[in-house]
Each structure stands twice: as C-alpha cells, then as structure tokens.
C-alpha cells in the first residue's frame, strides 16, 4: 500500500471514498476524521475495545476488559478525544491525565 500512495496522494481521501461507498448510512469517515482514528490507534496502541453492554448482558462468556488507566478515554465524546489528541501531540501519559482531569466536567 506504501508504494501505492505516496505522500500527499491522497490516501485518506481514496479510504473515505471506499467506505462512504461501501457504508453509506455511517457519516464518520472524512479524510480528517479517518487521520484522528490514526492518531487515536497510535497514542493508545494497548487500549482494546470492550463489548457493548447489550452483548455483555446476552452472553456470560469472559470477554477481555479494558484497563483502568484506559477505560476512561472510551467515556470521553470523540470530538473531547480529538481535543486532547491534538494537544498531546503523541504523549500518552499526558493524554490519559487530560482524560482524567476531564472525564466529569467538560474540556
């Protein structure tokens, strides 16, 4: 894919495309929107996704849990996350305090 997309070719602009097509009901996938979920992967790398309550409550089967330290940036709304993000700059420490300091009040 590198060598297919070169910079400023327009990579994200090509995936949005690609998935507004494929999803058209779903209105999350702008070319900047899609960088944020990049940068959201990269500052949290060992966060995982915990199952919606819904599932939890259909299945008793062991699912794995999110961390303390981590459960927290999935409480924040994502235009709070994409603050954060762009004040962090790449800090996760930083990012996860941000989270804390802010998980009851708004940024």
């Not at 494929?22 to 940068?39: A, C, E, G």
Request: aromatic share 12%; net charge neutral; charged share 25%.
């Amino acid at each position: 894919m590198s060598e297919q997309f070169g910079y400023g070719m327009g990579f994200y602009k090509t995936v949005s495309d690609d998935l507004k097509s494929i999803l058209p009901d779903v209105k999350s996938f702008s070319p900047t929107n899609l960088k944020y979920m990049r940068y959201f992967y990269e500052m949290y790398p060992d966060a995982v996704i915990c199952p919606q309550v819904e599932d939890e409550l259909i299945t008793d089967a062991n699912r794995p849990q999110v961390g303390d330290d981590l459960q927290i940036i999935f409480r924040i709304p994502w235009g709070h996350n994409k603050i954060i993000l762009d004040k962090c700059k790449g800090n996760s420490a930083m990012a996860l305090l941000c989270c804390c300091r802010n998980k009851d009040r708004k940024i």
